[in-house]
């Protein structure tokens, strides 16, 4: 599904991924986590392909395809998704119209029929009671006066009426509450499957308990300094990160 | 020939459509030519005027125009006739400048309404309004374009709304000026004077609308008058293209307890001129401006605002916002004056442009210019491009970069078309901005690019 190999990049004077290694295949669930300022962010945009990051060297296969020679547009028509870290708030842009606009770039892409007003609102209904969100929030600008919670649910509202192949997501527990954080696990699982692969950006074991990983990996100053499954994420989270930076200063040394 | 003489001439040439004119009427033209042979085409030396070049119109010699049968009108024309928001209430239709009884329904108009030709109307029980109104309200310094109309207007609309009327519908006026049906390069003076009588209220819609490929200039000089607790709601909506040039000034005044509002939609045109001007009569009054303009290609707009508080305890908002994209040219200039007696005035004004490239060019100043001291009054202004962050989120989520520029840019205009008072014109307005934007960010090459002009 999704290949990397040996990535770096370089944002504004400095090399922040200093050649990341990942291999994700179909159906799986990688969970990315890692101190702040370590890259793990930087690795969200770099694949979703935001401006201002300079690939130096490596590469990315998505489905075979050469990622990083893609527009964005391309890469979401593609199947590729990212959820924000931070989502902006795009005033006078109707959130339902929006969505119909991109569900409809992608169906295009794939040669499907575009899907009509009617429909898409009853689609847009039942991904909504999915994710518990209320209706008049869905008739509001994007993310305009939302919650930092609401806009979380938000992203993972957009992603269950996208249906991507691949969903890259940036902290999306970050903000939410206990039943936010439920209810946007509930989301996540409800779209796994063994054609859909995600990998989550997280501090938290916590998100872990509801999202279960197939793998962990610690991501420390641009490396993936150590990887594992599910067992990891609470070994750091008893741990801290000490260990790993031990770890990381071993390897280079090496 | 210089410009003057050839209007000289033109004015000389419309002698004979003048004869059935009233004497007091054809005394203001010959003293209104005298004033513009006095003051010529404005320069810009002259503040006004500074980043308005008029030359193109001063050195063109445009033909008047002359009436035109409905049925060479182009199918551009006649599909824009079509819009559902002419349906209700009267409608008013004038071809390049001229009447059209034919295109105009005015049947319906309540008790106590007239909506008519201007021209018509002095031979009738409203010669005395008229007298009594035309060229009273203009600003002496409102520029050699109002002399240049007075003397040469060709028609124009006369509302008037008897004390105390509340009008249903909207009053819609229509301007088609459509230079397929004209000879060579041509111009209209069209003339209005809209009456609201105490506590009357109504709403009035224009449309202008630019059809064809051959230079075109349209002036026009308006004359409002919003007499004590009376309300009006002023839409302007014109949509000028590659060859369309125009000059148009309201005036409005305002007397005690008034409400005017002003919405105004300005898209493009080789040259768009707008000035709109109210003077606050009279205690409690209320001015209301807003609006948007828009240029692309090499086009300049260029509105101008004007509010004068001259008595107290009166209110004006002013705000307009702007889209620039290629090499055009914005001008914003707002000024609110504060007269010495016009305590407890509250004035807020603001201007925001946006500009869609490096070559496009916006001048924004409001002007704040206070000679009371128990005032509340805020100026603004901003200018911005598009937020690279919410590009990137629209594309993140499949949307090409030309349709996420288009719909950011209709996004900063929405807050002003919101403000339309109907569903049709909000439709209407919003299609107009995707087409044209659509024109300026469609990479070339794109075979659904559509001229502007042309309506889908
Ligand atoms: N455009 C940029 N120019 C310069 N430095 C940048 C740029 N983008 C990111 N960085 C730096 O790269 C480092 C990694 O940032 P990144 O946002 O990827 O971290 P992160 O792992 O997501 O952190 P957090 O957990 O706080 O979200 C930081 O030191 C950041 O300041
Ligand atoms: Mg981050």
Same mark, same amino acid.
């Given at each position: 599904?999704?290949?990397?190999?040996?990535?770096?990049?370089?944002?504004?004077?400095?090399?922040?991924?200093?050649?990341?290694?990942?291999?994700?295949?179909?159906?799986?669930?990688?969970?990315?986590?890692?101190?702040?300022?370590?890259?793990?962010?930087? =690795?969200? /945009?770099?694949?979703?392909?935001?401006?201002?990051?300079?690939?130096?060297?490596?590469? +990315?296969? !998505?489905?075979?395809?050469?990622?990083?020679?893609?527009?964005?547009?391309?890469?979401?028509?593609?199947?590729?998704?990212?959820?924000?870290?931070?989502?902006?708030?795009?005033?006078?842009? #109707?959130?339902?119209?929006?969505?119909?606009?991109?569900?409809?770039?992608?169906?295009?892409?794939?040669?499907?029929? %575009?899907?009509?007003?009617?429909?898409?609102?009853?689609?847009?209904?039942?991904?909504?009671?999915?994710? *518990?969100?209320?209706?008049?929030?869905?008739?509001?600008?994007? /993310?305009?006066?939302?919650?930092?919670? *609401?806009?979380?649910?938000?992203?993972?509202?957009?992603?269950?009426?996208?249906?991507?192949?691949?969903?890259?997501?940036?902290?999306?527990?970050?903000?939410?509450?206990?039943?936010?954080?439920?209810?946007?696990? /509930?989301?996540?699982?409800?779209?796994?499957?063994?054609?859909?692969?995600?990998?989550?950006?997280?501090?938290?074991?916590?998100?872990?308990?509801?999202?279960?990983?197939?793998?962990?990996?610690?991501?420390?100053?641009?490396?993936?300094?150590?990887?594992?499954?599910?067992?990891?994420?609470?070994?750091?989270?008893?741990?801290?990160?000490?260990?790993?930076?031990?770890?990381?200063?071993?390897?280079?040394?090496? | 020939?210089?410009?003057?003489?050839?209007?000289?001439?033109?004015?000389?040439?419309?002698?004979?459509?003048?004869?059935?004119?009233?004497?007091?009427?054809?005394?203001?033209?010959?003293?209104?030519?005298?004033?513009?042979?006095?003051?010529?085409?404005?320069?810009?030396?002259?503040?006004?005027?500074?980043?308005?070049?008029?030359?193109?119109?001063?050195?063109?010699?445009?033909?008047?125009?002359?009436?035109?049968?409905?049925?060479?009108?182009?199918?551009?024309?006649?599909?824009?006739?079509?819009?559902?928001? !002419?349906?209700?209430?009267?409608?008013?239709?004038?071809?390049?400048?001229?009447?059209?009884?034919?295109?105009?329904?005015?049947?319906?108009?309540?008790?106590?309404?007239?909506? *008519?030709?201007?021209?018509? @109307?002095?031979?009738?029980?409203? *010669?005395?309004?008229?007298?009594?109104?035309?060229?009273?309200?203009?600003?002496?310094?409102?520029?050699? !374009?109002?002399?240049?109309?007075?003397?040469?207007?060709?028609?124009?609309?006369?509302?008037?709304?008897?004390?105390?009327?509340?009008? %249903?519908?909207?009053?819609?006026?229509?301007?088609? =000026?459509?230079?397929?049906?004209?000879?060579?390069?041509?111009?209209?003076?069209?003339?209005?004077?809209?009456?609201?009588?105490?506590?009357?209220?109504?709403?009035?819609?224009?449309?202008?609308?630019?059809?064809?490929?051959?230079? !075109?200039?349209?002036?026009?000089?308006?004359?409002?008058?919003?007499?004590?607790?009376?309300?009006?709601?002023?839409?302007?909506?014109?949509?000028?293209?590659?060859?369309?040039?125009?000059?148009?000034?309201?005036?409005?005044?305002?007397?005690?307890?008034?409400?005017?509002?002003?919405?105004?939609?300005?898209?493009?045109?080789?040259?768009?001129?707008?000035?709109?001007?109210?003077?606050?009569?009279?205690?409690?009054?209320?001015?209301?401006?807003? #609006?948007?303009?828009? @240029?692309?290609?090499?086009?300049?707009?260029?509105?101008?605002?004007?509010?004068?508080?001259?008595?107290?305890?009166?209110?004006?908002?002013?705000?307009?916002?702007?889209?620039?994209?290629?090499?055009?040219?914005?001008?914003?200039?707002?000024? +609110?004056?504060?007269?010495?007696?016009?305590?407890?005035?509250?004035?807020?004004?603001?201007?925001?442009?946006?500009?869609?490239?490096?070559?496009?060019?916006?001048?924004?100043?409001?002007?704040?210019?206070?000679?009371?001291?128990?005032?509340?009054? @805020?100026?603004?202004?901003?200018?911005?491009?598009?937020?690279?962050?919410?590009?990137?989120?629209?594309?993140?989520?499949?949307?090409?970069?030309?349709?996420?520029?288009?719909?950011?840019?209709?996004?900063?205009?929405?807050?002003?078309?919101?403000?339309?008072?109907?569903?049709?014109?909000?439709?209407?307005?919003?299609?107009?901005?995707?087409?044209?934007?659509?024109?300026?960010?469609?990479?070339?090459?794109?075979?659904?690019?559509?001229?502007?002009?042309?309506?889908?």
């Amino acid at each position: 599904m999704l290949n990397i190999h040996h990535l770096v990049v370089k944002a504004g004077d400095a090399i922040i991924l200093k050649g990341i290694d990942l291999h994700i295949k179909p159906g799986e669930v990688h969970a990315i986590m890692g101190p702040n300022g370590s890259g793990k962010s930087t =690795l969200a /945009n770099t694949l979703s392909g935001r401006a201002g990051y300079e690939i130096v060297s490596g590469s +990315v296969s !998505f489905q075979g395809q050469d990622l990083l020679s893609l527009a964005p547009e391309i890469r979401a028509r593609e199947g590729f998704f990212l959820g924000f870290q931070y989502p902006v708030e795009i005033p006078g842009v #109707g959130n339902m119209y929006f969505l119909r606009a991109a569900l409809n770039a992608i169906r295009k892409h794939r040669g499907e029929p %575009e899907i009509d007003a009617l429909d898409f609102l009853t689609l847009a209904k039942e991904k909504m009671k999915l994710l *518990e969100l209320d209706e008049t929030l869905t008739k509001r600008s994007v /993310n305009e006066g939302f919650s930092g919670g *609401e806009k979380k649910r938000n992203e993972i509202f957009q992603m269950a009426l996208l249906q991507p192949k691949f969903a890259l997501l940036d902290e999306i527990d970050s903000g939410l509450d206990i039943d936010a954080l439920r209810i946007v696990a /509930n989301g996540v699982n409800s779209l796994r499957g063994p054609e859909r692969s995600f990998l989550l950006i997280t501090h938290y074991q916590r998100l872990l308990d509801y999202i279960v990983p197939d793998y962990v990996h610690v991501l420390f100053h641009g490396k993936i300094a150590k990887s594992g499954g599910k067992e990891l994420a609470l070994e750091l989270e008893e741990k801290g990160y000490g260990w790993i930076e031990e770890i990381a200063k071993k390897s280079g040394d090496a | 020939m210089d410009s003057q003489a050839h209007y000289l001439q033109q004015f000389a040439n419309a002698a004979h459509a003048r004869s059935a004119e009233p004497s007091w009427l054809r005394a203001r033209r010959e003293a209104a030519l005298a004033d513009f042979q006095r003051l010529g085409f404005p320069s810009q030396k002259l503040e006004d005027w500074r980043y308005t070049n008029v030359r193109e119109i001063s050195e063109t010699p445009f033909v008047l125009t002359t009436p035109k049968t409905v049925g060479s009108l182009s199918s551009a024309s006649r599909e824009a006739l079509q819009d559902p928001s !002419f349906d209700r209430g009267p409608r008013i239709v004038f071809v390049n400048g001229i009447f059209s009884a034919e295109l105009s329904a005015l049947d319906s108009s309540p008790k106590g309404l007239r909506v *008519e030709s201007l021209c018509a @109307a002095p031979q009738r029980d409203t *010669e005395r309004l008229i007298e009594e109104n035309l060229g009273q309200h203009l600003a002496d310094n409102l520029s050699s !374009f109002a002399a240049l109309n007075t003397a040469l207007f060709q028609d124009g609309v006369f509302v008037h709304l008897a004390r105390g009327l509340v009008l %249903e519908h909207p009053i819609q006026i229509l301007h088609l =000026l459509d230079t397929t049906l004209s000879d060579g390069e041509s111009a209209c003076f069209s003339r209005n004077l809209y009456l609201l009588e105490p506590d009357s209220h109504a709403t009035i819609v224009e449309t202008v609308l630019n059809f064809g490929d051959t230079r !075109f200039l349209c002036n026009a000089i308006t004359e409002i008058v919003v007499s004590r607790g009376a309300s009006l709601k002023h839409v302007v909506l014109q949509r000028g293209n590659a060859t369309s040039l125009h000059v148009s000034a309201t005036q409005v005044r305002q007397d005690a307890a008034s409400r005017f509002e002003s919405i105004s939609i300005l898209l493009g045109g080789k040259l768009a001129r707008s000035d709109l001007r109210s003077l606050l009569n009279a205690e409690r009054a209320e001015c209301k401006m807003r #609006g948007l303009y828009a @240029a692309c290609q090499h086009q300049l707009v260029d509105q101008h605002t004007f509010v004068s508080h001259e008595k107290p305890l009166c209110t004006s908002e002013g705000y307009y916002k702007g889209i620039l994209a290629d090499r055009a040219h914005g001008v914003f200039n707002g000024r +609110v004056i504060v007269q010495p007696h016009a305590q407890k005035t509250s004035s807020l004004q603001s201007n925001k442009n946006l500009l869609l490239s490096d070559g496009a060019e916006i001048d924004s100043k409001p002007e704040l210019i206070i000679h009371a001291d128990d005032v509340k009054c @805020a100026h603004g202004s901003t200018t911005g491009s598009l937020s690279e962050d919410s590009l990137f989120y629209l594309r993140s989520r499949g949307l090409s970069e030309d349709e996420a520029k288009n719909l950011l840019t209709r996004a900063f205009a929405a807050e002003i078309t919101a403000l339309l008072p109907s569903e049709h014109l909000r439709h209407r307005t919003d299609a107009w901005l995707t087409e044209y934007f659509a024109e300026h960010f469609l990479s070339d090459g794109n075979s659904n690019k559509k001229p502007i002009g042309v309506t889908s």
